[in-house]
């Protein structure tokens, strides 16, 4: 059994624009920044982020967890953290399991071959957004749907699928807002576009399942699970009860890294994986289970950078506060 001194601190981090989802406005991105060093003074960085309206625990249980915890704990007690705190879970082991490598250069190979999809604006802002990203290396593009009015964002369906150049891939991601007639139209219409949309992610709201999949047998156009796999509880229920499409997995508030990456060898699911608009350190660890559980050469969603202005600053500084 490893002991580790434990530390934490937690943050704010404004977003250069709202996001906007079907959810409402997000414009500040909270979490903790955690850090663990075992006996030898070898130093293992975790973030919890949380989104509690996406599934995860609140900040506020995450922080009463942190400060409910002694300032030495073990492994023991990290891999004991409930599934009611996927999030804590995630920012524990990434510590623990970062004290326990060898050396950092070994963190970054498996992640070289991966590609990125970017996060598109809501709105007619995507017209113009996706050539600045195009130039910058993207190749496939997500874009929130469910926001403004159907017949609106349909017509700026057409016009962007017309705009982007056919080797692009476009995802569409409506976070649990349409209704299901709505999905249908949606669903109908990428089918008459017969562009290249890869998928619409999360049609109808979690309780929908049964509809979902229903859909996902009648149209061309395939159906990703989001909110409805957002935890490693939920995401092993719908796989249970058939879902065999794909499923967006978000590491940093999925749960159990350990238990993902056995879930994951085990049933070889179409996986795409996702950020939480997390810091480096919770983007490292993720994608680092990306590099390792990717099956389908799915482009990974955490081209979300152009969201917030640069924190090397800030950050480093935090670190330097523990």
């Known amino acids: 059994m490893a002991d580790y001194k434990f530390k934490f601190r937690s943050y704010q981090r404004?977003?250069?624009r709202s996001l906007t989802t079907s959810h409402g406005n997000w414009d500040i991105r909270e979490g903790i920044i955690l850090r663990?060093?075992?006996?030898?003074?070898?130093v293992g960085w975790g973030e919890i982020a949380?989104?509690?309206?996406?599934g995860s625990e609140t900040l506020e249980q995450a922080l009463n967890f942190c400060h409910q915890l002694p300032t030495e704990i073990t492994d023991e007690m990290i891999f004991s953290i409930s599934d009611e705190l996927p999030a804590c879970q995630f920012g524990f082991e990434s510590a623990m399991g970062e004290v326990g490598e060898q050396g950092a250069g070994s963190r970054e190979q498996g992640e070289t071959y991966l590609t990125y999809s970017?996060?598109?604006?809501a709105g007619e802002a995507a017209l113009e957004q996706w050539e600045t990203l195009w130039q910058q290396g993207y190749r496939t593009f997500k874009w929130k749907i469910g926001v403004d009015a159907i017949a609106q964002e349909l017509e700026i369906l057409k016009l962007l699928v017309h705009r982007l150049p056919s080797s692009a891939?476009?995802?569409?991601d409506a976070n649990g807002g349409l209704s299901y007639e709505e999905a249908n139209l949606w669903l109908g219409?990428?089918?008459?576009l017969q562009a290249n949309i890869e998928f619409i992610e999360q049609p109808l709201p979690v309780e929908q399942f049964h509809k979902m999949l229903e859909l996902s047998v009648f149209y061309a156009t395939a159906i990703a699970l989001d909110e409805s796999v957002a935890t490693l509880k939920q995401l092993t229920n719908c796989y249970a009860k058939g879902w065999r499409e794909i499923f967006v997995i978000k590491p940093g508030i999925v749960g159990s890294p350990s238990r993902l990456c056995k879930f994951c060898q085990e049933h070889e699911i179409d996986a795409v994986f996702s950020s939480v608009?997390?810091?480096a350190i919770g983007r490292q660890a993720a994608l680092q289970l990306a590099a390792a559980l990717s099956r389908q050469n799915r482009a990974v969603g955490f081209g979300i950078n152009h969201f917030f202005a640069k924190e090397e600053t800030w950050l480093q500084n935090l670190c330097k506060d523990l």
């Open 189 to 192: 219409t990428c089918d008459r």
């Open 118 to 121: 970017a996060l598109l604006p």
């Open 277 to 279: 608009f997390e810091t």
């Open 50 to 54: 949380p989104i509690s309206w996406f």
């Open 169 to 172: 891939k476009l995802r569409l």
């Open 14 to 16: 404004k977003f250069v």
């Open 36 to 42: 663990l060093t075992d006996e030898t003074g070898k």
